[in-house]
């Protein structure tokens, strides 16, 4: 999978190039402001930009802007943000343009080989990947609404879908079984009002829908 890597710290920038590529992937550029990063993007069409929030000239959120503009001019480049904390209003502008090829990481997870790997791969790909303190943000913004139509499982269940998590992996990481999650999923669709589509995602739809209505 060809990544660019978008990082101001060249000790992180470099550190990340070094580990991605033990990892199996192909760095093809690691810029370090959002020009440039936008340039690299443009040259090369790499199947994920790995963007950090802030970086020069004002270290505010020249990242985040450039990902957003990422996401409507190159839609076929997954973009995964990486942030030292969590702001809920980055990952809601993130989710405007849909939940597919998406992604927003606290940089504590990078520590995490396998993990960082896995949700660069699961956005390259073309499928979201949250970072769970991310979720669990969003989905406290959305208990303040009045509906309350899911239940606390069904809310877990739809916080692992939000992360990317296939249904084998919710089963094993809530303890329950595979059947279960399917019927707490079907349960989803339906509160959500979510009807089956050849045309449509309704994991996707139903993680936009509740997280971003």
Same mark, same amino acid.
Do not use: W
């Given at each position: 999978?060809?990544?660019?890597?978008?990082?101001?710290?060249?000790?992180? &920038?470099?550190?990340?190039?070094? !580990?991605?590529?033990?990892?199996?992937?192909?760095?093809?550029?690691?810029?370090?402001?959002?020009?440039?990063?936008?340039?690299?993007?443009?040259?090369?069409?790499?199947?994920?930009?790995?963007?950090?929030?802030?970086?020069?000239?004002?270290?505010?959120?020249?990242?985040? #802007?450039? =990902?957003?503009?990422?996401?409507?001019?190159?839609?076929?480049?997954?973009?995964?943000?990486?942030? *030292?904390?969590?702001?809920?209003?980055?990952?809601?502008?993130?989710?405007? =343009?849909? =939940?597919?090829?998406?992604?927003?990481?606290?940089?504590?997870?990078?520590?995490?080989?396998? /993990?960082?790997?896995?949700?660069?791969?699961?956005?390259?790909?073309?499928?979201?990947?949250?970072?769970? /303190?991310?979720?669990? #943000? !969003?989905?406290?913004?959305? #208990?303040?609404?009045?509906?309350? &139509?899911?239940?606390? &499982?069904?809310?877990?269940?739809?916080?692992?879908?939000?992360?990317?998590?296939?249904? *084998?992996?919710? =089963? *094993?990481?809530?303890?329950?079984?595979?059947?279960?999650?399917?019927?707490?999923?079907?349960?989803?669709?339906?509160?959500?009002?979510?009807?089956?589509?050849?045309?449509?995602?309704?994991?996707?739809?139903?993680?936009? #829908?509740?997280?971003?209505?």
């Amino acid at each position: 999978m060809r990544v660019v890597i978008a990082e101001d710290s060249t000790l992180l &920038r470099e550190g990340l190039t070094r !580990l991605l590529a033990e990892a199996g992937f192909d760095v093809v550029a690691a810029v370090e402001d959002a020009p440039t990063l936008m340039a690299a993007v443009d040259e090369h069409r790499p199947d994920a930009a790995i963007v950090d929030i802030r970086m020069p000239p004002t270290h505010t959120d020249e990242g985040l #802007r450039a =990902a957003v503009s990422l996401r409507k001019l190159y839609p076929e480049t997954g973009v995964l943000v990486l942030s *030292q904390y969590v702001r809920v209003s980055y990952a809601a502008e993130l989710l405007d =343009a849909g =939940a597919d090829g998406v992604g927003y990481l606290l940089k504590d997870r990078v520590s995490d080989l396998v /993990e960082f790997a896995a949700a660069i791969r699961r956005v390259g790909s073309g499928g979201s990947a949250f970072d769970p /303190e991310v979720v669990s #943000r !969003l989905l406290v913004r959305r #208990r303040d609404d009045s509906d309350g &139509r899911l239940t606390e &499982r069904e809310r877990a269940v739809l916080s692992l879908m939000a992360e990317g998590r296939t249904n *084998q992996a919710i =089963a *094993q990481r809530l303890f329950i079984a595979e059947r279960t999650v399917e019927k707490h999923c079907t349960s989803i669709f339906t509160k959500l009002n979510l009807s089956a589509s050849p045309h449509d995602h309704r994991r996707v739809l139903a993680v936009l #829908r509740y997280l971003n209505a």
